[in-house]
């Protein structure tokens, strides 16, 4: 079965503050995806990366970066110098491949992790 | 930009009524979800779409819930007899298959609130 598990539930910093959330995933296919998504507190889920099984490259985004590490099982998300503006619920989510017929794409979500940045 | 919209934003409403949300899916996505977000349980996935047809629907409650496509522009949450259990944010979110997966891209939910 797929799984994907957030044990940070909350993490609160300061301004400027590194930080890294952390996301590890279950899954027996060779073949998947992850993604992160950002849910502020105005609501809505925001899409911020995909990334399938097969490329492990780190990838960076402004302060944004992520870490894929396949012998962990893992896709932490770092953020870079934070700012108030970050203060979101993030949420790691796996999807299996598919492409016709039985594919489902369905995305399961880890529980999110609050981050609160302190000003 | 393109962007889901989900209609209506906040709905209250009795026990017992009937409840319709509407989601209109960025233009030329084929695939369309709906989700429901509690405190107690997080995101769900309640059903989904590819070109209009229910590929899963098993995340829904069958005797009071439907979810249909009337056509690619519109999709719709029907929830007949509404609960207070049903109170939760509803989600749409539609995307392309592209490369083996899909990347799905929310709406802004609407709350529903059934007193």
């Known amino acids: 079965a797929q799984k994907v598990t957030q044990a940070q539930t909350e993490i609160s910093v300061v301004e400027k503050e590194d930080v890294t959330l952390d996301c590890v995933y279950e899954?027996?296919?060779?073949?998947?995806?992850l993604f992160w998504y950002k849910q502020p507190p105005s609501g809505e889920l925001v899409f911020l990366i995909r990334?399938?099984?097969?490329?492990?490259q780190n990838e960076i985004s402004g302060r944004y970066s992520w870490n894929f590490q396949k012998s962990t099982s893992s896709f932490n998300f770092t953020i870079t110098a934070s700012q108030v503006v970050d203060s979101a619920v993030y949420f790691c989510?796996?999807?299996?491949?598919?492409?016709?017929?039985?594919?489902?794409?369905?995305?399961?979500f880890g529980t999110g992790t609050l981050l609160a940045v302190q000003p | 930009d393109a962007r889901v919209t989900q209609t209506p934003r906040d709905k209250v409403t009795e026990m017992g009524q009937e409840v319709t949300m509407r989601c209109q899916p960025i233009?030329?996505?084929?695939?369309v979800f709906w989700y429901r977000q509690t405190m107690m349980q997080g995101l769900e996935l309640l059903a989904y779409?590819?070109?209009?047809?229910?590929?899963?629907d098993s995340g829904m409650p069958k005797d009071r819930f439907s979810a249909e496509m009337p056509d690619a522009t519109l999709a719709t949450l029907k929830i007949q007899p509404s609960e207070p259990r049903d109170s939760a944010v509803y989600f749409c979110?539609?995307?392309?298959?592209?490369?083996?997966?899909?990347?799905?891209?929310f709406g802004p939910g609407t709350r529903l609130l059934v007193l």
């Open positions: 979110a539609s995307g392309q298959l592209t490369g083996g997966a899909v990347t799905q891209y």
């Open positions: 233009l030329g996505h084929n695939t």
């Open positions: 990334r399938n099984s097969f490329d492990e």
């Open positions: 779409f590819r070109n209009r047809a229910p590929l899963d």
């Open positions: 989510a796996l999807s299996e491949a598919g492409y016709y017929g039985g594919a489902t794409n369905k995305l399961i």
């Open positions: 899954t027996r296919d060779t073949t998947y995806y």
